[in-house]
T-cell receptor, first 110, second 117 residues
Framework: DAKTTQPPSMDCAEGRAANLPCNHSTISGNEYVYWYRQIHSQGPQYIIHGLKNNETNEMASLIITEDRKSSTLILPHATLRDTAVYYCIVAGGSQGNLIFGKGTKLSVKP | EADIYQTPRYLVIGTGKKITLECSQTMGHDKMYWYQQDPGMELHLIHYSYGVNSTEKGDLSSESTVSRIRTEHFPLTLESARPSHTSQYLC????????????????FGPGTRLTVL
């Protein structure tokens, strides 16, 4: 599976949009981009995933560049409860297991 | 919302004891997983299963063993606990199970925090 690169930490003001970047320059054609988050050592929570097109659900939006080498997770109106470690994972293929890296620690501040 | 349960949530036990961490899901998912995570560190996959009677080792070597006798149940056992086994253990499941199936969304349980004295 392709590896990803994320900034180790980011801050965001409460109520503002949080934009979390991820680089995955070695992604292959059948691999998806997944985003999960983990709040204070709880079990990770699925947020969103996509292949080529931008995706939106009730939690977030996922913007994938046309060459698929990077993506951005957008939390449109961050709240204090969005403080967590966010993991960008690229996975797919026959085995299909997720590989969690270090993620980005997002701190939402009042 | 996912229905995946882990018991116990916290366990403090002495060295040499045999322990079993329970994981069950009510979603009928074929594929199940065990991850290990030390505080502030990355999750590492230690075991997974494609379905009943299937068990596979993950990316991180572990002295634990698993079994999958029923679809909904995926217990993890340590025959002789040691302080090096102190960690958080997270169970997950996903719908797709076949070896040729692509990755599917994983749903995680709350975790078991194990301390071995």
């Amino acid at each position: 599976d392709a590896k990803t690169t994320q900034p180790p930490s980011m801050d965001c003001a409460e109520g503002r949009a949080a934009n979390l970047p991820c680089n995955h320059s070695t992604i292959s054609g059948n691999e998806y981009v997944y985003w999960y988050r983990q709040i204070h050592s709880q079990g990770p929570q699925y947020i969103i995933h996509g292949l080529k097109n931008n995706e939106t659900n009730e939690m977030a939006s996922l913007i994938i560049t046309e060459d698929r080498k990077s993506s951005t997770l957008i939390l449109p109106h961050a709240t204090l409860r969005d403080t967590a470690v966010y993991y960008c994972i690229v996975a797919g293929g026959s085995q299909g297991n997720l590989i969690f890296g270090k993620g980005t620690k997002l701190s939402v501040k009042p | 919302e996912a229905d995946i349960y882990q018991t116990p949530r916290y366990l403090v036990i002495g060295t040499g004891k045999k322990i079993t961490l329970e994981c069950s899901q009510t979603m009928g998912h074929d594929k199940m997983y065990w991850y290990q995570q030390d505080p502030g560190m990355e999750l590492h996959l230690i075991h997974y299963s494609y379905g009943v009677n299937s068990t596979e080792k993950g990316d991180l070597s572990s002295e634990s063993t698993v079994s999958r006798i029923r679809t909904e149940h995926f217990p993890l056992t340590l025959e002789s606990a040691r302080p090096s086994h102190t960690s958080q253990y997270l169970c997950a499941s996903s719908e797709l199970g076949g070896r040729e199936a692509p990755t599917d969304t994983q749903y995680f349980g709350p975790g078991t925090r194990l301390t071995v004295l």
